[in-house]
């Protein structure tokens, strides 16, 4: 079983937490899914399977503008 | 007659006519003959005083070409030791002149390359100050709505990208 970890700005509503396990589900399967806020993402959501990080978070996109 | 002893007269003139002969051998020949020699001595001697003179003469026109000779040769000598300072002298200008302006370019080359990352490194700090200040602005802007879209966006773009 993958386990995830799923970082977002704010706790995530009960209709965004379908949205997201839905998603995980097909892309992974059957998941074990920690969830954690931090406030400094700003907004958005950062999943990190293990391997690769999905950065889709406003702090994240934020330093690509510096980066560039 | 007058008393004239022709006799004695004849006998002094024969006598005197001897003794002019004998003078004539035994004093006025060698007499003369001493003084040939010692002319003929006198010459020799000028003579070879006038050789040597000649000869010292010509050895004092030798030493004074050897002299001269030696005098050209030193002048030559001074005067290629001169050119060749000079040219050394022109050298070491030279070479001096290039490392200079090598040493210029270099300078110049590392004022720009200092000032080329000092205005990266401006940017960059500007870039982190935009980033900060717009963090903050997003912080205070992004309502509950727009985060959720915004994370729904996400999702979305990552699927289609698989």
Redesign the interface.
Known sequence: MTKIHVTTATALSPRMLDEVERWLNNRYGTVSVQYHVDDSLIGGIVIFDGETVFDGSVKGKLKGLNTL | MLGIDWIKILIHLVVFAVLGVGLYFLLYKPVLRFIRNRQESIQKGIDDGNALKEEGNALKAEYDQKLSAIEEERNAVIAEAETQKQEILDAAKESAARESEAIKQRARQEADAAKQQAVQDMQ?DA??V??LI??EI??RE?S?E???Q??????K???EN?
């Open positions: 960059k870039g982190k935009a980033t717009a963090g997003l912080h992004i509950a727009e985060n959720d915004i994370i729904l966006d996400c999702l773009a990552w699927s698989d």
